[in-house]
């Protein structure tokens, strides 16, 4: 069953969605060789209880942490630990709260120091198959709509689609009815309707599309051992527009900073 917001609920999951983005800047902060993903995960849960929410994983299924942190050919669900960053590394930080009885859930993966080009690469492709696929996020469409965009920009850029994961709707449940896969074709799936709130979230491998997941039950790898990206940002479905209620701002003014 898919669940309708109302106009306050989703000024609710909004309210979510700006604090994971602004704890994902706050990490973007912390990033570079020789910091452990523990640490990053540690200042993310003080962050968010900070601002009076609660780490939306932790807890959850079980899972032990705050953030799910992802490096090179991790996809997702990497568990935070002693591993310390290293230069040329990518680092998908994925985070989730729990505030007013809903939901927000992003994630954003960030190079440290220089990396290659293809994987570069890999990253800008990943991001705009994700804007792509907001763009689809309008009531009329389908599913099916947003799921090809994303699949079409990430294969004709020659990088392969992760299939055993996807995108979500997201509420008072952090997954909720319609699954939003990243691959698919136009036309077809749920219509997508006013009240409607998803996470798309591709996960873009550099080699091979397929995936195993480790011992831990959680840290799924790409079988290649190539590189895997992964952007999400939560949407609700617009009349002509849709209106995304995470932001990548205040991380990309963080990484603008330390350019700087
Ligand atoms: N953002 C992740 C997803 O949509 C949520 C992970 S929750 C965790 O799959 F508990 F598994 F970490
Ligand atoms: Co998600």
């Known amino acids: 069953m898919i669940h309708l917001k109302t106009e306050e609920e989703i000024e609710i999951i909004r309210e979510n969605n700006l604090l994971v983005s602004k704890t994902l800047a706050e990490v973007a902060k912390h990033i570079g060789p020789g910091v452990t993903t523990l640490v990053l995960d540690k200042i993310a849960e003080q962050f968010i209880r900070d601002n009076g929410a609660v780490p939306g994983f932790l807890g959850y299924h079980g899972y032990p942490n705050t953030l799910c942190i992802s490096v090179n050919d991790t996809v997702v669900h990497g568990?935070?630990?002693?591993?310390?960053?290293?230069?040329?590394?990518?680092?998908?930080?994925?985070?989730?709260?729990?505030?007013?009885?809903?939901?927000?859930?992003?994630?954003?993966?960030?190079?440290?120091?220089?990396?290659?080009?293809?994987?570069?690469?890999?990253?800008?492709?990943?991001?705009?198959?994700?804007?792509?696929?907001?763009?689809?996020?309008?009531?009329g469409n389908r599913v099916g709509d947003v799921s090809a965009a994303v699949q079409r920009h990430a294969e004709v850029n020659g990088f392969s689609v992760v299939r055993e994961m996807v995108g979500h709707g997201l509420g008072k449940s952090m997954h909720e009815e319609p699954e939003v896969p990243n691959y698919?074709?136009?036309?077809?799936?749920?219509?997508?309707?006013?009240?409607?709130?998803?996470?798309?979230?591709?996960?873009?491998?550099?080699?091979?599309?397929?995936?195993?997941m480790e011992k831990d039950g959680w840290t799924v790898k790409t079988t290649d051992r190539k590189a895997s990206a992964h952007f999400e940002l939560a949407v609700a479905i617009g009349k002509r527009k849709a209106d995304i209620l995470s932001t990548f701002k205040f991380i990309e003014e963080v990484l603008e900073e330390k350019r700087r």
């Open 79 to 139: 568990i935070p630990s002693k591993y310390e960053l290293r230069e040329g590394d990518i680092v998908s930080v994925d985070c989730g709260t729990n505030y007013k009885g809903f939901y927000g859930d992003s994630a954003y993966t960030f190079e440290v120091g220089e990396v290659r080009p293809e994987v570069k690469r890999l990253l800008e492709v990943t991001k705009e198959a994700l804007l792509l696929g907001i763009e689809q996020a309008v009531e």
């Open 184 to 212: 698919g074709a136009r036309g077809r799936g749920p219509k997508l309707q006013t009240g409607m709130v998803i996470c798309i979230e591709p996960m873009i491998n550099l080699g091979k599309k397929h995936i195993y």
